[in-house]
């Protein structure tokens, strides 16, 4: 699900990509919130943009749930992240999502809503456990206690609302 790898540009590009290969039971999809958000955008393939920055939380939802719809039953790791819709990339890099804390008040998703698109039968698809993807950080915050506990208190709301064990 990284938007910036392998030419992984888009959620239209990934699907074409997985139905392409047919063979679930061995290539399957990582969904990491702040990247498949990119996705949505269109942020390196303007051609798939589902919605834009400024959509409401209507059409936001409804666009989120036809890309999770087509990628959720190849996903096979889920990343629990947020994103604040900042986008890098630096010469011919591919431009990527920033990561930002649980609690950053830019942040544009609602992490627990979003988690429960891509978990719903989760238990179908072997998924075992699911991740903070949030290392992109600097050290100060990453050093602070508090950043720790917010990713806590984030990862029980998701496993509490979606049932997971």
Not at 69 to 85: E, M, S, Y
Not at 121 to 148: K, Q, V, Y
């Amino acid at each position: 699900g990284e938007i910036c790898w392998a030419g992984m540009h888009s959620w239209r590009d990934m699907l074409d990509v997985l139905e392409g290969v047919g063979m679930p039971e061995t290539l399957g999809f990582q969904a990491d919130l702040a990247h498949t958000y990119l996705y949505m955008l269109g942020c390196n393939a303007p051609e798939h943009a589902l919605v834009n920055s400024d959509c409401t939380t209507e059409e936001f939802y409804a666009a989120y749930k036809q890309m999770t719809d087509k990628l959720r039953p190849w996903t096979i790791d889920f990343h629990v992240a947020q994103n604040d819709g900042e986008i890098h990339g630096a010469g011919s890099h591919d431009k990527t999502g920033k990561h930002c804390p649980a609690d950053d008040p830019n942040g544009k998703l609602d992490i627990v809503k979003c988690s429960g698109y891509w978990l719903e039968d989760a238990s179908s698809r072997c998924i075992e456990h699911i991740c903070w993807d949030g290392c992109m950080f600097p050290n100060e915050t990453l050093e602070n206690p508090a950043t720790w506990n917010t990713i806590l208190k984030t990862m029980i709301a998701v496993r509490d609302a979606h049932g997971w064990n």
